[in-house]
């Protein structure tokens, strides 16, 4: 998961050679049903295309029924804090630090891609989306 999720931090900064690990903190901790549910059924609401929400709605429903009926783990929501350096547009080395997520309904921390874990909320789709909106906008 580190691996994937440097890999979608560096892609988005400006300068992204000049990119240097200081540290990393992990965090993994249960997801409640509830809260499980709600963020499948953000995640879900969030596509435009109906087809896929609906295998999405079924998928999660499969999901739940696991998890109540004890037959699949409980979800994880594993958390990593990095903390790096890198030059800024302007070339000057910035500290800063980012949250990378993955919530994770086998409790693996490999299941990690570049396209389900989120770094500072957004996943590298949405954060693509951003960025083309705001160039649209220009």
Request: neutral net charge; aromatic residues 8%; charged residues 30%.
């Amino acid at each position: 998961m580190t691996r994937v999720c440097e890999q979608v931090l560096v892609d988005r900064l400006r300068a992204p050679s000049t990119y240097k690990r200081i540290g990393i903190d992990h965090y993994s901790d249960p997801v409640p049903l509830e809260e499980f549910q709600k963020i499948k059924e953000d995640e879900i609401a969030n596509s435009s295309d109906a087809n896929w929400q609906d295998f999405q709605r079924r998928m999660l429903k499969i999901g739940i029924d696991g998890i109540t009926s004890g037959s699949q783990r409980a979800p994880i929501m594993f958390k990593k804090y990095i903390r790096y350096d890198a030059a800024n547009a302007y070339g000057t080395p910035i500290r800063d630090l980012s949250e990378c997520t993955l919530l994770s309904e086998k409790g693996s921390e490999s299941e990690a891609t570049l396209f389900n874990v989120r770094v500072d909320g957004t996943t590298r789709q949405e954060y693509l989306i951003k960025l083309i909106k705001e160039s649209n906008q220009n």
